[in-house]
Nanobody, 127 residues
Framework: QVQLVESGGGLVQAGGSLRLSCAASGRTFSIYAMGWFRQAPGKEREFVAAASRITGSTYYADSVKGRFTISRDIAKNTLYLQMNTLKPEDTAVYYC????????????????????WGQGTQVTVSS
């Protein structure tokens, strides 16, 4: 099973940017479809963005489309989430997730689709 460690969270003013990283170890990074989720206090965990294993296909929640970009660096075994034009409603703990798959084009958008999770990194956007 892959181990995932997120970093890059912090406090930022509305309109600012952050880049989250998710370092993967333990198994070959390229066999995993990857995703980002977030959970705000008192709310359920929600999907943010996802990337396929090898095709570079991506998918975003409507709430972040046009502002966030998911990417992966296979050589560095790292998944990224570039977050621009941040809003106070983006405040949450952000988690990366991984799921091995033989299908290079598949994208998983629900939390139940993923077996491996990181510990999360806090993002706080002040108004």
């Amino acid at each position: 099973q892959v181990q995932l460690v997120e970093s890059g969270g912090g406090l930022v003013q509305a309109g600012g940017s952050l880049r989250l990283s998710c370092a993967a170890s333990g198994r070959t990074f390229s066999i995993y479809a990857m995703g980002w989720f977030r959970q705000a206090p008192g709310k359920e965990r929600e999907f943010v963005a996802a990337a396929s294993r090898i095709t570079g296909s991506t998918y975003y929640a409507d709430s972040v489309k046009g502002r966030f970009t998911i990417s992966r660096d296979i050589a560095k075994n790292t998944l990224y989430l570039q977050m621009n034009t941040l809003k106070p409603e983006d405040t949450a703990v952000y988690y990366c997730a991984a799921q091995p798959t033989a299908r290079g084009t598949v994208i998983f958008t629900t939390s139940k689709d993923y077996d491996s999770w990181g510990q999360g990194t806090q993002v706080t956007v002040s108004s």
